[in-house]
T-cell receptor, first 111, second 114 residues
Framework: KAGVTQTPRYLIKTRGQQVTLSCSPI?????VSWYQQTPGQGLQFLFE???????NKGNFPGRFSGRQFSNSRSEMNVSTLELGDSALYLC??????????FGPGTRLLVL | AQSVTQLGSHVSVSEGALVLLRCNYS??????LFWYVQYPNQGLQLLLK??????LVKGINGFEAEFKKRETSFHLTKPSAHMSDAAEYFC????????????FGQGTRLTINP
């Protein structure tokens, strides 16, 4: 089975812009979770989608949003980018009540 | 609320020596515990998981971990370190078998000395 894929792998944006990241889960997985990884805050849970519905949400401002499509692919969007949004964004997918498998991440740099 | 504390942000061992990475958790319900490894510029790879079956869990690459409820610990060990084990290791906890919302520790960077 192909693993979790994330696009793009690297991204450079400037403050105030918005960005959309994409995640394709492992075939058959219906749950997709997103995490932000920074040197200062470590790995933090953003949100989880299951069957196109947000099922869990972390403690991030409303500038961070996501969605899931009928084929389980997911996107996350960050609006009005801030310097502090520079991070590695990781997506993970899982089957029903199973372990999460992570993608390689999208590294976002905000200038 | 759940939390994880990894003792030691950096651990250095010699090749062939024992690897011990410490993880303590806090959870108000029976936890599910995980160890992930991250190599440079990569995502997280699952090493092993505890899901309330055997307390001694064996994972990939010769790693294992023991769930100790009284000590609220889930330390990761490997009898003999290899150069390829150099990476960052994360302990994580979840309150549901599905583990869709993981709470991670701050990570431990493991260095292997030749």
């Amino acid at each position: 089975k192909a693993g979790v894929t994330q696009t793009p792998r690297y991204l450079i944006k400037t403050r105030g812009q918005q960005v959309t990241l994409s995640c394709s889960p492992i075939s058959g997985h219906r749950s997709v979770s997103w995490y932000q990884q920074t040197p200062g805050q470590g790995l933090q849970f953003l949100f989880e989608y299951f069957s196109e519905t947000q099922r869990n949400k972390g403690n991030f401002p409303g500038r961070f949003s996501g969605r899931q499509f009928s084929n389980s692919r997911s996107e996350m969007n960050v609006s009005t980018l801030e310097l502090g949004d520079s991070a590695l964004y990781l997506c993970a997918s899982s089957g029903y009540q199973e372990t999460q498998y992570f993608g390689p991440g999208t590294r976002l740099l905000v200038l | 609320a759940q939390s994880v504390t990894q003792l030691g942000s950096h651990v250095s061992v010699s090749e062939g020596a024992l690897v011990l990475l410490r993880c303590n958790y806090s959870s108000s319900v029976p936890p599910y515990l995980f160890w992930y490894v991250q190599y440079p510029n990569q995502g997280l790879q699952l090493l092993l998981k505890y899901t309330s079956a055997a307390t001694l869990v064996k994972g990939i690459n010769g790693f294992e971990a023991e769930f100790k409820k009284r000590e609220t610990s889930f330390h990761l060990t490997k009898p003999s370190a290899h150069m390829s084990d150099a990476a960052e290791y994360f302990c994580a906890v979840s309150d549901r078998r599905g583990a869709q919302k993981l709470v991670f520790g701050q990570g431990t960077r493991l260095t292997i000395n030749p």
